[in-house]
């Protein structure tokens, strides 16, 4: 079959164009290598909160404007987007980075640790980039000066710095979905949004994605239990908020294990925390249940919801107590959109190596880049961080954490290829 014209001009854009413009993007990508370590140890150094990140906001706003950018601060509380236009008309592009630390004290020996402390929720804590955040931002900064250099390329790339992915404190807005409601999407309107995470546990050198949902949905939820005190010797003088717990656990697990198509999607259901009372002989009045519902599946969710707002009160009734339940809205699926996965896929290869790109199964872990997702189509993939001598890394989220820098770099041209690829396609 003979090719046709706009198979032709395909060809044409995306191998022959942009070949020369990506040699000197090889060599200025390989060149800001130094520079990308330098950020992400300051920052690291330098952690700071959901919407608190205001010293890091600063810092990335004098870099975006030192590369004669638009500028945008003060979205989302703290949030800072660049645009870059290329030079002739065309699509627009978001690229996206999370910028917020963790309440974590750090426990890894660096030159550059973090000894930043605080009070979080009233406990005094340190402060610590525990899910690499600090890369993300790196990354990011690392892209912007290698294409504001190369804007040979149609249409135009928003760079978005976004505040809060670990969540806003208490009684607070933030993160993606505050972005979106302040329309970081839009003017001008972005066709399509590219997200990665460097992965503790993932080797360095290779990018792994997922068409579909890549990462749950996360729901936290709060149940309360009114029962009646009594003497722990005359149990029947009063109704036990615990016992009523208790089987209220029991009967949510059945929610996964007994209704839940696992065939079709992984469905993760967790018990936090269960508080009630305050001595041995004292049957208490009331019982506190908070706990997190995760779902891979818009209509697992709808029916699991569902579910646990039926079975709680009806359990407690059976034990004559009564229960309330609320659940929050929470993070939505992380969902590649298929057609946008598929159309990028070689974009990933030639960045890491056809060898060096897996696709891997659904991770109940969330992200907040799914508001985004939600609004345009958008690819999120992970990239390696564990360095080859490390045979036991340490999980995100904890005092251990630690990153090989060297796998950095591969980010940066993941993204530079990505943003090129993308916008030189007809």
């Known amino acids: 079959m003979k090719p046709t014209i706009s198979t032709l001009l395909f060809i044409?854009?995306?191998?022959?164009?942009?070949?020369?413009?990506?040699?000197?993007?090889?060599?200025?990508?390989?060149?800001?290598?130094?520079?990308?370590?330098?950020?992400?140890?300051?920052f690291h150094e330098n952690p700071e909160l959901s919407n608190r990140e205001f010293n890091t906001a600063k810092k990335i706003a004098e870099h975006l404007n030192a590369l004669g950018m638009e500028v945008?601060?003060?979205?989302?509380?703290?949030?800072?987007?660049?645009?870059?236009?290329?030079?002739?008309?065309?699509?627009?592009?978001a690229l996206r980075a999370d910028i917020d630390a963790l309440p974590v004290t750090e426990r890894v020996d660096l030159p550059f640790k973090s000894e930043v402390t605080t009070t979080f929720r009233g406990v005094e804590t340190g402060v610590m980039h525990a899910c690499g955040h600090d890369t993300h931002i790196a990354i990011l900064m690392g892209v912007a000066e290698v294409l504001s250099k190369n804007n040979d390329f149609a249409g135009t790339i928003k760079f978005i710095f976004q505040p809060a992915e670990e969540g806003a404190p208490p009684g607070e807005e933030g993160g993606a979905e505050l972005m979106v409601k302040e329309n970081v999407l839009k003017n001008p309107d972005v066709d399509a949004i590219f997200g990665l995470h460097i992965g503790a546990q993932q080797p360095i050198g290779t990018i792994a994605y997922k068409p579909g949902g890549i990462m749950a949905a996360s729901q936290s939820f709060e149940i309360n239990i009114k029962g009646k005190q009594t003497h722990g010797s005359m149990p029947w003088g009063g109704v036990d908020p615990i016992m009523a717990g208790v089987k209220i656990i029991d009967g949510l697990q059945t929610l996964i294990s007994r209704e839940s198509p696992l065939t079709q999607e992984a469905a993760v259901l967790s018990i936090g925390k269960f508080s009630s009372g305050v001595r041995s002989n004292i049957i208490p009045e009331e019982a506190k249940i908070i706990g997190t519902l995760r779902t891979l599946d818009r209509d697992m969710q709808k029916m699991i919801n569902r579910r646990m707002e039926e079975m709680v009160p009806a359990i407690a009734k059976v034990y004559r107590a009564e229960a309330t339940i609320d659940i929050e809205k929470g993070y939505p699926i992380t969902y590649n959109d298929p057609q946008l996965t598929a159309q990028m896929l070689p974009s990933l290869n030639k960045a890491a190596g056809d060898d060096r790109v897996v696709e891997i199964k659904a991770i109940t872990g969330a992200e907040d880049f799914s508001f985004f997702a939600e609004e345009v189509p958008g690819l999120y993939f992970f990239l390696g961080g564990k360095a080859p001598d490390d045979d036991n890394p340490a999980p995100h989220h904890t005092p251990d954490f630690r990153i090989d820098e060297a796998g950095m770099l591969l980010g940066v041209k993941a993204f530079v290829q990505l943003s090129m690829d993308y916008l030189n396609t007809p």
């Open 72 to 93: 945008q601060t003060e979205i989302a509380k703290t949030g800072v987007v660049g645009i870059l236009k290329g030079n002739r008309p065309g699509k627009v592009l």
């Open 12 to 42: 044409f854009t995306i191998v022959f164009v942009p070949a020369t413009t990506m040699a000197q993007m090889s060599q200025d990508i390989a060149n800001i290598e130094n520079k990308v370590i330098e950020w992400r140890r300051y």
